[in-house]
């Protein structure tokens, strides 16, 4: 009988699964054929005409920044017994991104009419850095890409019994189809019906999860008695000095997020997709408040696994505090508002894939490919060039996705890269009218080299030969992320001005 039942859930999650992709598909094809894409050029398909609505853009932005690491993240956040509530810092610092870049960054790049974030370092620098700043761009979307495909067919497969390939293999597949097909309009009208589902299945779950856990007051005591100063959302003063001063880590991992989550293409995509330059700083302040908003639901989630009696469900805890969101909706819930939760995750995942790859493969095509091959802006070759860019970093995310643990792993690192490399560039090429080439290649090389030494620190041997030597405790802590980024950035500013005075 057991087995009947698995089989039957099963079967079930097969037919969402294929139903889900099949909409998202007939979404992006009909926006596409809606905009007469076939007649537009490789620029309108990156910007979509800059003729994005307001509401529009603001729901593809909030639907890109949530993504399956968003959703999953904040929950395992909130559940992870060594971190808590406090270190649940995706919900309000990727609201604080998109709000400062809104407010101080999304105005200043709409008003100068570029295609993608990297004009901007192509005209104050030349197109052999811009491309060069194309590496840490592009590692960074494949990576985030493939580790959150990865979360996919892992949870469709160890809790639904989908196969792991087939779920990312199509998948992915029908984001690169609709993206091909319809460039930004297409992602834009898919990533609506996308964040929909997010909101929709997320909410809908989060009342029946509660009831489990006892209710609010309930859940929410067995919580602070459980993870008692990190059941805070922000840490307490002694967090900050004394013999365990973490609270300065995490300001690090806050910056990170809020700085680092800028010099994305993802992100200036829908910027210079707008119409006028205030459009672009109201959608972005807009999207931070939803993001802020949808979160709630992934957080209490995760707060609710935390304070479960799994054993109450003749269930077990998941092996790894990643796997709790679905863990929870596959065991604590009945079987149709778990496929409705899983609605949700995979509507995240897809909202995030589309993006990614439409942003790299922009890059390429305008950036890379456009100058170098030293064609015309309106070339028909540079259009092709971006739909089988798109393809190729399809098949580059699937092939990574098959690696789950080297791609966590370089998944983080090039989220470091970008806040430590591009945030620098992206500053002092924008608001600093002295800076110059040689400045900017002198900044991202300190970048480079200090990242890597943070990165040999950080590994199994490294740390072994730190351990041998007794640091004082301000070393240990020290926030070291943002200090390469202000190194990078003091070299640049320095190196350009000896340059100029010279």
């Not at 319809?182 to 992602?187: C, K, M, R």
Request: a neutral charge; glycine letters at 6%.
């Amino acid at each position: 009988m057991q087995n009947t039942s698995a089989a039957r859930d099963a079967a079930m999650t097969t037919f969402l699964f294929l139903l889900v992709c099949l909409a998202f598909l007939a979404v992006g094809i009909w926006a596409a054929r809606r905009e007469s894409v076939d007649s537009q050029g490789a620029g309108d398909l990156i910007n979509a005409r800059r003729r994005l609505p307001t509401w529009m853009a603001c729901l593809t932005l909030a639907a890109t920044w949530i993504g399956g690491g968003y959703i999953n993240g904040t929950a395992e956040a909130t559940y992870d017994s060594t971190r808590g509530l406090v270190w649940c810092q995706a919900p309000w610092c990727y609201a604080l991104s998109l709000i400062v870049g809104g407010l101080v960054f999304a105005k200043p790049m709409r008003e100068r009419g570029y295609r993608t974030m990297l004009d901007l370092f192509e005209q104050r620098h030349g197109t052999r850095i811009a491309a060069a700043l194309f590496v840490p761009a592009v590692i960074g979307d494949l990576f985030w890409t493939s580790a959150i495909l990865a979360a996919l067919g892992g949870t469709l497969g160890e809790l639904f019994q989908i196969d792991v390939r087939l779920a990312i293999c199509l998948s992915m597949g029908i984001v690169v189809a609709y993206t091909v097909w319809g460039g930004l309009w297409s992602v834009a009208c898919s990533d609506i019906l996308q964040l929909a589902c997010i909101v929709f299945g997320l909410a809908i779950t989060v009342a029946p999860a509660l009831r489990v856990a006892g209710g609010w007051t309930q859940m929410s005591s067995d919580y602070v008695a459980k993870f008692g100063d990190q059941a805070r959302l922000l840490p307490q003063l002694n967090a900050w000095w004394g013999s365990d001063p973490w609270a300065w880590q995490w300001l690090d991992s806050a910056l990170l997020l809020i700085l680092g989550g800028v010099p994305w293409q993802v992100y200036f995509q829908r910027i210079l997709a707008c119409r006028t330059s205030r459009t672009a700083m109201s959608m972005s302040v807009i999207a931070g408040f939803i993001c802020l908003i949808v979160a709630v639901p992934p957080a209490v989630l995760g707060a609710v696994g935390a304070t479960l009696d799994w054993s109450a469900l003749a269930a077990t805890p998941p092996a790894e505090p990643a796997a709790i969101l679905p863990h929870l909706l596959r065991y604590a819930l009945p079987a149709s508002l778990s496929l409705l939760g899983l609605l949700a995750i995979l509507a995240a995942v897809m909202s995030s894939m589309d993006s990614s790859i439409l942003s790299s493969a922009s890059l390429f095509a305008w950036n890379v490919y456009r100058p170098l091959a030293r064609v015309p802006d309106a070339d028909p070759s540079i259009q092709r060039i971006l739909r089988g860019a798109i393809v190729a970093m399809g098949c580059l995310a699937i092939l990574l996705a098959l690696e789950v643990e080297s791609v966590y792993q370089l998944w983080y690192l090039s989220a470091d890269l970008v806040y430590v490399i591009l945030f620098p560039q992206l500053v002092t090429s924008l608001f600093l009218h002295s800076v110059t080439p040689r400045g900017a290649v002198a900044g991202a090389v300190v970048a480079v080299l200090m990242r890597a030494t943070l990165f040999a620190a950080a590994t199994e041997q490294g740390a072994r030969m730190l351990a041998t030597v007794d640091w004082p405790v301000p070393l240990r802590y020290a926030p070291w992320l943002t200090l390469a980024m202000l190194c990078s950035l003091s070299t640049i500013v320095v190196v350009s001005r000896m340059r100029s005075r010279a």
